[in-house]
Structure formats: C-alpha cells, structure tokens
C-alpha cells in the first residue's frame, strides 16, 4: 500500500472511530448474535491475493460490529470502567507507528525515560511515598505492565525470589525445592480472581481468607491465618490487600495488615487497580492509609483515568528484587549503558515478557491533555453519577442499596434471592442495559457501575427506568403465583421455603461516597 491510499484509509478510520463514540449511545450495547455467528460470515481460509482497504471497511460494519459487546456504551455499567479517550488513542496510534520495542534503555531511549517520568508524575499526584519513586534516592520506582493481573504476578514470583534467599541463608541446608514448597500467601476473598490465579502460575498456595462483615480483611483476620500455617511448618510468604474490591468496593485496613507484614517479612502488595484512581482527589486519601508498610503499589490507569487498555501503573519499594528475579543476560542484549540507576532501567528485568511496547506516550498524552484537574474533574462526575443512582434505588420501596462506593452502586429487591436473580435475569434478557451480579454475605446483589466517560444524567435515568420496569414484571409475576407455593405444595417458583423469606441477618453496608465523615 502507498502512502497516499494509507493518507485517505487513515482519514477514513479517523472519522469512522469519531462516528462511533459520537454515536455509541445509539448502538444496542449486548450484541444478539449466537455463538459460532462469525466462523459462517468469515472464510475459513486467508486470501491469496489483498484486497482493497475499502471492502474490509466494509465488512467490519457488516461482519464484525455485530458482534461487539460496547465496552465504552453509556449502557455499559458492568465489572469497572475501561479507559477511553482520544488522547489515549492517538497516544496508542503513534506508539503503533513507531513500533519501539523498549525492553532496554538503549533500543529505544525517549521509551525508558519517559515511562520513567510518567510514572513519577503519576506517583505524585496519587501522594505515593517518595520511596516508590524512580527519583527517590531508593532503589524504588514505577513501571508500567499491561494489567493488575500481570503486576499482581509479577511481585508474588519477586517475593517468591526473595523469601527463598532469606530462608536459604538461614537454613542452608534446605534446598530451593524444600523451602518453595512451604511458601504460602494470603488474600481476602472478595479479592480479584487474577490474585488467586497469581497463586495458581506462581505455584504457590493462595488462602483466601474470610473477609469482615464489611467485606474487609483486616489485622486479626490476617494474623490468625499467618499462625495457623508457621505451626504447620510453612512460610508466609506474600499478601495482596486490595483497595476497591470488585464485588462490592470494599477497603482492605493497610494500617493493621501492614505492620504484620513487615514484621514477619512478608510482601506485602496492594492491588488497588480500580479505586485507586479515585486517590488523584486528596479527600479519598485517607482510604489508602497505611501504604507507607507496603512493598509495591498497583493502579489500572485503563480502568478509571481514559487511558485506553492496557496500562497498568505498579511501582515498588525495591526493584532490585525484580532484578534479581528476573534477569537473564544474553550477548545480545548488553549495552554500553546498563546500569543499576532505577532512572536507567532495562525495564526487562521488571516484567514477565521480553518485549514492552511504548505505552507511556498515551499515558503522557492523557495526562498533558486533561492535566490533574481533568481528571479529578472526571472522577468527580462519575461519583455523583453513581450518588444519583444510589438515590434513585432509595425512593423506590421494592428495593434496597447495599453499597455506594466511588462509581459503584449494589443495590437489591427487598426479599428472597430469587426475585434478585429473576430482576437480572429478565434485564440481561432485554439487553438494554449490561450488568452483572455479586454476593453480599449470601444476599445476591446487582452491580451498577458508571463505567463509560460518555455517561450522563439521562443514561443513569434511562437505566434505573429499565430496572423499574423489569422490576414491575417481577411483581406482577410473583403477584401471580399462589400464596401456598411457599409451603412447598407445587413446584412453581420458589420451590424453597426460605426463598420465600426476607433475609434479614447480614448487615446493609452503605458507605456514602466514601468521603470523611
């Protein structure tokens, strides 16, 4: 292709990529298509000869659009937000471009060092302890991975490393297999499902560890598990406390798990990857007190701050513990300039692939674009979004709220499980609206997210209209149904009698905004 059909392409992408978030609210945001719908629109075998850029235009309406669940909808208020933005993507094209492969300083300079400063900058604005920082006079700094998930792993296999040497220079006469094998590590059960599958590739058992009845893990919950297993003859080896939980946005207590683990010697990493966005406003702060005691500190940009996926900002205490982990020296990827200045890093050595693309020039372009103010602006809006939502759900009697935290509204039918569960299933079946469900100390609830920057007031009251409305159908069908069912005469729903009674044991946790006081 020659630069002029690239020139006129690239326009027409340009304009198709504005059209689409200028009318993304008017696209259904649940694709209806089934299963295997592409494998007969699409030939099983590649073409022999190209074709023109304007056919495959064209099936990418026809064929592919069809098929896309719209992430960026203001419909979409399922799991978290995923970043977007046109600085992003712009950001995004160019590193495209460019192509750098910025696994070392040398192969690409200006890719090393302005992750480097980006990353310092963001540190700042969330109010880090300068020991996270690559400027620090530390061996501490930030790099940027693709996911939580990914930063999450990263650290347990560097604790991992690091518990294996501790104990091997104390019991020199235990192998590497011997002491591997007795490492464990602890997190809540509300955590992520990446933290348990960080256990699974890690080798290492993960205890998920019964969080609190506002879904927390704290001091006394830890510390019980951390006995329990060095009578057992194992070693506490890596703790992941989480900051915005992602069923109901709960805070792990940073200020009672910390001081455990420093003195046990156990990394400590917190997975902050939703909620921490939320810290680029200093009157949420005081939600991560305590990080002062943690080893390393992760927070998706892609999910709250319009940074397209995937950048994922981690920083650490102490990256020679990367290093050590993680360094394989070949010929051919020597330099001249390898040093151990953490403002000269070989950033190779501080992730699990070889090659890493320059995924700092969109997290710089967001960052100079809407400046700190933008996006505190930003987060602002989606709370009060979220407050909206929350208040909506208040005035209406059939239903109760669970939990508001930052952008995320839990909400319920008042009842058995099974009129929660009917409400979701017939909302899903409408396709309107995308939402998904959690539990809450066995009371299922149904998450409602602010997730696409494009939300507005009129999209939080087109939701909560599709809810009521489906909500009158539940009514009108349990209004239906006899009155002896619950005694279990029939089989129509509910079978089970306790479906049939409120729940009244677990405790409602609201939590208004999660602002002081």
């Given at each position: 292709?020659?630069?002029k059909?690239?020139?006129?392409?690239?326009?027409?992408?340009i304009?198709?990529?504005?059209?689409?978030?200028?009318n993304?609210?008017?696209?259904?945001?649940?694709?209806?298509?089934?299963?295997?719908?592409l494998?007969?629109?699409?030939?099983?075998?590649?073409?022999?000869?190209?074709?023109?850029?304007?056919?495959?235009?064209?099936?990418?309406?026809?064929?592919?659009m069809?098929?896309i669940?719209?992430?960026?909808?203001?419909?979409?208020?399922?799991?978290?937000?995923?970043?977007?933005?046109?600085?992003?993507?712009?950001?995004?094209?160019?590193?495209?471009?460019?192509g750098?492969?910025?696994?070392?300083?040398?192969?690409?300079?200006?890719?090393?060092?302005?992750?480097?400063?980006?990353?310092?900058?963001?540190g700042?604005?969330?109010?880090?302890p300068?020991?996270f920082?690559?400027?620090?006079?530390?061996?501490?700094?930030?790099?940027?991975?693709?996911?939580?998930?990914?930063?999450?792993?990263v650290c347990?296999?560097?604790?991992?490393?690091?518990?294996t040497?501790?104990?091997k220079?104390?019991?020199?006469?235990?192998?590497?297999?011997?002491?591997?094998?007795?490492?464990?590590?602890?997190?809540?059960?509300?955590?992520?499902?990446?933290?348990?599958?960080?256990?699974?590739?890690?080798?290492m058992p993960?205890?998920?560890?019964?969080?609190?009845?506002?879904?927390?893990?704290?001091?006394?919950?830890?510390?019980?598990?951390?006995?329990?297993?060095?009578?057992?003859?194992?070693?506490?080896?890596?703790?992941?406390?989480?900051?915005?939980?992602?069923?109901?946005?709960?805070?792990?207590n940073?200020?009672?798990?910390?001081?455990?683990?420093?003195?046990?010697?156990?990394?400590?990493h917190?997975?902050?990857?939703?909620?921490?966005?939320?810290?680029?406003?200093?009157?949420?702060?005081?939600?991560?007190?305590?990080?002062?005691?943690?080893?390393?500190f992760?927070?998706?940009?892609?999910?709250?701050?319009?940074?397209?996926?995937?950048?994922?900002?981690?920083?650490?205490?102490?990256?020679?513990y990367?290093?050590?982990?993680?360094?394989?020296?070949?010929?051919?990827?020597?330099?001249?300039?390898?040093?151990?200045?953490?403002?000269?890093?070989?950033y190779?050595?501080w992730?699990?692939?070889?090659?890493?693309?320059?995924?700092?020039?969109?997290?710089?372009f967001?960052l100079?674009?809407?400046?700190?103010?933008?996006?505190q602006?930003?987060?602002?809006?989606?709370?009060?979004?979220?407050?909206?939502?929350?208040?909506?759900?208040?005035?209406?009697?059939?239903?109760?709220?669970?939990?508001v935290?930052?952008?995320l509204?839990c909400?319920?039918?008042?009842?058995?499980?099974?009129?929660?569960k009917?409400?979701?299933?017939?909302l899903?079946?409408?396709?309107q609206?995308?939402?998904?469900?959690?539990?809450?100390?066995?009371?299922?609830?149904?998450?409602?997210?602010?997730?696409s920057?494009?939300?507005?007031?009129?999209?939080?009251?087109?939701?909560?209209?599709?809810?009521?409305?489906?909500?009158?159908?539940?009514?009108?069908?349990?209004?239906?149904?006899p009155?002896?069912?619950?005694n279990?005469?029939?089989?129509?729903w509910?079978?089970?009698?306790?479906?049939?009674?409120?729940?009244?044991?677990a405790?409602?946790?609201?939590?208004?905004?999660?602002?002081?006081?």
């Open positions: 292709m020659d630069s059909a690239f020139r006129e392409w690239g326009k027409t992408v304009d198709y990529i504005a059209d689409y978030n200028d993304i609210r008017d696209r259904p945001v649940l694709s209806t298509v089934k299963p295997g719908y494998y007969e629109l699409i030939p099983s075998e590649a073409p022999v000869k190209g074709e023109d850029w304007k056919t495959v235009m064209a099936d990418l309406d026809n064929k592919i069809p098929g669940t719209h992430w960026n909808s203001p419909q979409f208020h399922a799991f978290f937000p995923t970043g977007n933005s046109y600085p992003a993507i712009m950001g995004d094209m160019l590193c495209n471009a460019i750098s492969i910025g696994f070392s300083w040398m192969t690409s300079p200006a890719c090393t060092e302005l992750e480097v400063q980006v990353m310092n900058w963001f700042k604005i969330l109010d880090l300068k020991e920082l690559n400027e620090s006079k530390g061996p501490g700094g930030g790099v940027i991975q693709g996911s939580a998930s990914e930063a999450t792993f347990l296999l560097a604790a991992k490393d690091r518990t040497k501790r104990i220079a104390l019991h020199p006469e235990m192998t590497d297999g011997e002491i591997k094998a007795k490492l464990v590590a602890y997190t809540s059960d509300q955590s992520n499902s990446s933290v348990e599958k960080a256990g699974l590739l890690g080798s993960m205890r998920m560890l019964k969080a609190d009845k506002s879904g927390r893990m704290t001091g006394f919950i830890l510390s019980e598990a951390i006995a329990e297993d060095v009578a057992r003859g194992l070693i506490p080896c890596y703790v992941v406390a989480t900051l915005g939980t992602t069923g109901i946005c709960a805070f792990d940073l200020e009672e798990l910390g001081p455990i683990c420093n003195e046990n010697k156990i990394w400590l917190v997975d902050a990857a939703y909620a921490g966005a939320a810290f680029v406003l200093p009157e949420y702060r005081y939600l991560m007190a305590g990080v002062q005691f943690a080893d390393s992760d927070v998706n940009l892609h999910k709250w701050l319009l940074v397209n996926f995937d950048c994922s900002a981690l920083w650490v205490k102490n990256s020679t990367l290093v050590d982990a993680f360094n394989v020296e070949r010929v051919y990827l020597k330099h001249s300039y390898q040093s151990q200045d953490p403002q000269v890093p070989d190779r050595h992730q699990i692939p070889l090659g890493r693309r320059f995924r700092s020039l969109k997290m710089w967001v100079r674009i809407y400046g700190v103010e933008g996006l602006a930003h987060i602002k809006k989606q709370v009060h979004l979220a407050d909206m939502f929350g208040k909506f759900v208040n005035q209406d009697p059939r239903f109760e709220v669970t939990t935290a930052m952008g509204v909400f319920r039918l008042k009842g058995d499980n099974a009129l929660t009917n409400l979701y299933e017939r899903m079946a409408s396709g609206i995308y939402l998904v469900t959690a539990t809450v100390q066995k009371r299922l609830v149904i998450r409602f997210v602010v997730c920057r494009l939300t507005e007031e009129i999209d939080v009251q087109f939701a909560w209209n599709e809810i009521r409305t489906q909500a009158d159908r539940v009514k009108s069908e349990r209004d239906m149904v009155t002896n069912i619950c279990g005469l029939t089989g129509a509910p079978k089970d009698k306790v479906d049939c009674e409120e729940l009244t044991t405790t409602p946790i609201v939590v208004k905004s999660l602002t002081k006081g």
